[in-house]
């Protein structure tokens, strides 16, 4: 597959590594203010109409400020983008109204993490399988490091959202701390905030005889670059027109 990297900062050098290691070939780097050539001896092309004939997907980690501009110009060259910049969702609607009128195809996800998608999905499977067993009770907490400056993570809200979706004793979620006993409606979901901790999450169900306990545990940023060069695969395996997210593919 040959590949165009839009944005080459942390993110695009460790996806030019991991497409590089899956087989792929960086046909062009895209980015006005990186300095150098990529890791292939590729030089950097300053804006996508730099890149040239041949692209079979375009891979776009950039800044929430030239995103947009980024994949609607991408989507005009009838390139298929898989995009994973943040911060310009609010303009979501411009940019599927765009991949329409050119018949394009784009995968967008705030998180490209194949591992937080299953762990997402398990929980809800354990959720649902344990909502029959009612000696079972559901909690669970997540842990960061001591730099990041809010809890519950958007993680954390996902999974409470998921667990709370796929059960029926559980209707609300209490994050703060407790000074009296849950209620048996309550899950309660606990943020712990020590050392360089990259994300730990964690949803246990528990009973007089046993603990349940499902955990993710983020070791290093290769797990969002190894999913957004999947979907990158996903998206130029087979002819895909449309709007995707990480989900259609999973
Ligand atoms: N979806 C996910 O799983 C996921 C994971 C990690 C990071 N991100 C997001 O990806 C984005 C990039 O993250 P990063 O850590 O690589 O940031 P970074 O700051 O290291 O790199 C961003 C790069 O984009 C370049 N850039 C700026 N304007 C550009 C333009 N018009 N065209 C092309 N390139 C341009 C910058 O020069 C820089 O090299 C951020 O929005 C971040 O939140 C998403």
């Known amino acids: 597959m040959n590949i165009a990297l839009v944005g080459y900062g942390k993110m695009g050098r460790l996806i030019e590594r991991t497409a590089l290691v899956r087989g792929h070939v960086i046909i062009a780097v895209i980015d006005p203010f990186a300095e150098g050539v990529a890791a292939d001896g590729r030089v950097i092309g300053k804006t996508v109409a ?111 959202e998921k667990v709370l979706a796929a059960q029926t004793r559980k209707t609300k979620a209490v994050y703060d701390k407790l000074d009296r006993p849950p209620a048996k409606d309550e899950l309660h979901f606990a943020s712990i905030r020590t050392g360089s901790d990259p994300g730990t999450h964690a949803v246990f169900f528990d009973s007089n005889a046993d603990t349940i306990e499902i955990i993710h545990r983020v070791r290093n940023r290769e797990g969002f670059a190894s999913g957004a060069v999947r979907a990158a695969e996903w998206l130029a395996a087979t002819p895909r027109r449309g709007v995707f997210t990480l989900d259609d593919m999973l």
């Open 50 to 160: 730099d890149i040239g004939g041949g692209v079979n997907v375009a891979i776009e980690f950039s800044s929430p400020a030239s995103a947009v501009g980024n994949i609607k110009a991408l989507l005009a060259a009838g390139i298929p983008v898989v995009t994973g910049t943040t911060g310009w969702y609010d303009q979501l609607a411009e940019v599927e109204a765009v991949a329409k009128a050119t018949d394009g195809s784009l995968v967008w996800s705030s998180n490209y993490s194949i591992g937080v998608r299953l762990f997402l999905k398990i929980a809800a499977f354990a959720a649902n399988a344990a909502d029959l067993y009612e000696e079972y009770d559901i909690a669970g907490y997540e842990s960061h490091h001591n730099k990041k400056a809010d809890s519950p993570s958007g993680t954390a809200k996902t999974l409470v």
